[in-house]
């Protein structure tokens, strides 16, 4: 597959929330300098604790009162390390979410160390479009954003690394309004023990025009998070 | 100047191809799609006016900068910041013809100027929209003619000035063949990096060593440039930068002095400040009294004052002395209430950071359902010579990070005939 068909596999024309695909790992498919292989190829089970298997997952995401209809009105925010938000959201498909990739972080200069490895959600993308090809979605499916954790990873031991993390921003995400007028009212972010700086300085906007934000780490049942105070960038 | 639709039945190709192939890796911002749906033509005389300004502009620009480095105790009215103001005593060694000068004008069309245009600003430090100005308007003609010869029309004849190739005969010009050059950006922005790639790739395929970086991988000794990022390490022929000076100070290199005065080639030399703040036009007076020429300037950019004297007067805007894109700046009814008053509550705390400018009335083209766009036309000056057009257009005056790229070609064939 092409570049570019890989990318339509992921955001098919005309579908809802697919403008907000962005290109970037998809440009580099192809293109890759480092040589590996992602060899863990299965989607990962969505269950959290105390949950059996075979839970529909308005039950398994189920908190007190929680019902089928609650989570129709709901968007995901997939935030997990690098290839392992890419299979999360492919899972999600197979619940009805539509999975969103909007990772933003570019490949480093040949040569050299860099602060997050980037190629590897972008070979994750490739190899999960042919799962992501096999689940039938409704034209407006909610959406579940696939985010790399690692992207904040921007330590250096010294300046001959390159940084390429990278920060989500408000832009990268519809608005609050937009959201509310497709109907979503609740946002849950899946993945880390809390909610990653850059997602929450976005929330606040979120939670202010009355939309509920709950979090999990991918373990624990869901729970409603306050994210009123608005963090600093680093 | 008017807009041409780009064909409904082309039109998700055509978004698809130049995210693929022309470097648009953010072709939505929130919740608008940042690429527009028309292609702004304009006649080969507005072309022919407008390069012709350009050329002017940057004449006026660049002979201004070079006076004012030579005497750099009358740079007092451009309220440079404290770190700057120490920096540019380094650049005492600027020799334009060791590097690329490299500038954008953004030129408006205007009811109630002489000659129906106005400039709102000069891109004097990193201007960007390199493949928006190359490639972009290549993916257009393809789209549109197309569509025409589908439906048995005939084809309308465009063409353009492609900045790509204008900025390589530039490079050409001063770095040697097969020489080493750095593109310095910001490497965790990808809208940076997209901008640098397109440059990259059309410098790899020259024949040059391409190296993407950020400001803290080049080292400087003996006033010549050299990477130190991993595996990179060496001597440099040249810098690209995309990084603005002004931040800077916010990303603290250690070495960042030598870029003030290095001489290894560089695009742009940061001599490139003194017309990047607004509040260059404060220092006018002063140039013209020493034989400096700003005559193109006044007659194109709307008066321009500082805060305290704008008070009580009608008709002015607000803009940052450093602001980008368009942010930042009071057009009433471009904004929500809450944004015009959060800037206001700003200009009133910090009035020494912005500059007040007399609003010009843009006016809008017409789309083909009727609705009204306001064109900002940027038009590129490389080495004084003028190199090609990055417009975007916005339903509201004030042209932000919320308006659309637009394609920009001129009436008439020319060796990008398609």
């Known amino acids: 597959m092409t570049a570019k068909e890989v990318y339509k596999i992921w955001a098919p024309t005309g579908k809802k929330w697919v403008d907000w695909v962005r290109p970037?790992?998809?440009?580099?498919?192809?293109?890759?300098?480092?040589?590996?292989?992602?060899?863990?190829?299965?989607?990962?089970?969505?269950?959290?604790?105390?949950?059996?298997?075979?839970?529909?997952?308005?039950?398994?995401?189920?908190i007190n009162g929680w019902e089928k209809e609650y989570l129709e009105h709901t968007a995901i925010i997939v935030d997990m390390s690098g290839d392992q938000s890419v299979g999360y959201g492919v899972a999600m498909a197979g619940y009805g979410f539509r999975p969103i990739p909007v990772y933003n972080g570019t490949?480093?200069?040949?040569?050299?160390?860099?602060?997050?490895?980037?190629?590897?959600?972008?070979?994750?993308?490739?190899?999960?479009?042919?799962?992501?090809?096999?689940?039938?979605?409704?034209?407006?499916?909610?959406?579940?954003f696939l985010l790399d954790r690692n992207r904040l990873n921007r330590y250096k031991l010294e300046d001959s690394v390159y940084d390429n993390s990278w920060d989500v921003y408000p832009q990268d995400l519809p608005s609050p309004d937009y959201l509310l007028d497709s109907g979503i009212e609740n946002i849950l972010v899946i993945g880390g023990r809390k909610i990653s700086r850059d997602v929450k300085k976005i929330l606040v906007a979120h939670q202010k025009k009355g939309l509920k934000i709950f979090h999990t780490d991918g373990y624990e049942k869901p729970r409603m998070q306050l994210v009123w105070k608005m963090p600093s960038w680093d | 100047m008017r807009l041409v639709p780009i064909p409904t039945s082309e039109y998700e190709e055509y978004r698809l191809n130049l995210m693929f192939d022309c470097y648009k890796w953010d072709p939505q911002f929130?919740?608008?799609?940042?690429?527009?749906?028309?292609?702004?033509?304009?006649?080969?005389?507005?072309?022919?006016?407008?390069?012709?300004?350009?050329?002017?502009?940057?004449?006026?620009?660049?002979?201004?900068?070079?006076?004012?480095?030579?005497?750099?105790?009358?740079?007092?009215?451009?309220?440079?910041?404290?770190?700057?103001?120490?920096?540019?005593?380094?650049?005492?060694?600027?020799?334009?013809?060791?590097?690329?000068?490299?500038?954008?004008?953004?030129?408006?069309?205007?009811?109630?100027?002489?000659?129906?245009?106005?400039?709102?600003?000069?891109?004097?430090?990193v201007p960007g929209?390199?493949?928006?100005?190359?490639?972009?308007?290549?993916?257009?003609?393809?789209?549109?003619?197309?569509?025409?010869?589908?439906?048995?029309?005939?084809?309308?004849?465009y063409h353009i000035v492609s900045f790509g190739d204008v900025m390589l005969e530039a490079v050409k010009k001063k770095v040697k063949a097969g020489g080493r050059i750095m593109l310095v950006h910001c490497t965790c922005y990808s809208d940076d990096r997209q901008v640098m790639q397109f440059m990259g790739d059309r410098l790899k395929a020259e024949g040059y060593q391409v190296i993407y970086g950020a400001v803290e991988h080049v080292n400087f000794k003996d006033k010549k440039a050299y990477c130190v990022l991993d595996g990179n390490k060496g001597e440099l022929d040249a810098i690209f930068r995309f990084t603005p000076l002004e931040w800077f100070k916010d990303i603290k290199p250690k070495r960042w002095q030598g870029y003030f005065d290095t001489e290894t080639t560089s695009c742009n030399h940061p001599v490139a400040i003194y017309a990047q703040t607004k509040r260059f036009p404060f220092i006018w007076d002063v140039l013209e009294a020493?034989?400096?020429?700003?005559?193109?300037?006044?007659?194109?950019?709307?008066?321009?004052?500082?805060?305290?004297?704008?008070?009580?007067?009608?008709g002015y805007i607000y803009k940052p002395a450093y602001g980008r894109v368009g942010d930042g700046i009071s057009i009433r009814e471009a904004l929500d209430i809450k944004e015009y008053e959060k800037i206001m509550k700003d200009v009133g705390r910090h009035p020494g950071r912005y500059v007040a400018q007399k609003k010009f009335a843009s006016i809008p083209l017409k789309g083909e359902g009727g609705e009204e766009y306001h064109v900002c036309l940027g038009s590129y000056a490389i080495d004084g010579a003028h190199g090609g057009y990055y417009a975007r257009v916005s339903s509201t005056p004030r042209i932000d990070s919320n308006a659309a790229d637009i394609p920009v070609l001129i009436e008439g064939g020319g060796s990008y005939d398609r």
Do not use: C
Request: charged share 20%.
């Open chain 2, 30 to 125: 929130l919740d608008n799609n940042t690429v527009a749906k028309y292609a702004l033509v304009i006649t080969e005389e507005e072309h022919r006016q407008i390069s012709s300004l350009t050329e002017s502009l940057d004449r006026e620009t660049r002979a201004a900068e070079q006076f004012l480095n030579n005497h750099q105790e009358l740079v007092g009215p451009l309220k440079l910041t404290r770190q700057l103001r120490g920096d540019i005593g380094h650049m005492s060694n600027y020799n334009p013809d060791m590097h690329i000068r490299l500038t954008r004008y953004d030129f408006h069309p205007v009811l109630d100027v002489e000659g129906g245009w106005a400039i709102s600003e000069v891109n004097s430090d």
């Open chain 1, 24 to 62: 970037v790992p998809f440009v580099g498919i192809g293109q890759y300098q480092k040589a590996y292989g992602i060899i863990n190829q299965a989607l990962p089970s969505i269950q959290f604790l105390n949950q059996t298997e075979n839970d529909e997952l308005n039950t398994i995401l189920g």
């Open chain 2, 129 to 157: 929209g390199f493949a928006e100005a190359s490639l972009m308007p290549l993916a257009a003609i393809e789209s549109i003619n197309r569509a025409h010869i589908s439906q048995i029309m005939e084809k309308e004849a």
């Open chain 1, 107 to 144: 490949l480093e200069q040949q040569g050299a160390r860099a602060t997050v490895d980037n190629q590897s959600v972008g070979m994750a993308l490739e190899l999960m479009a042919k799962e992501l090809q096999k689940i039938s979605l409704a034209d407006d499916a909610r959406p579940a």
């Open chain 2, 290 to 314: 020493n034989g400096i020429s700003m005559s193109t300037w006044r007659s194109l950019l709307p008066e321009t004052i500082d805060v305290k004297s704008a008070a009580g007067r009608e």
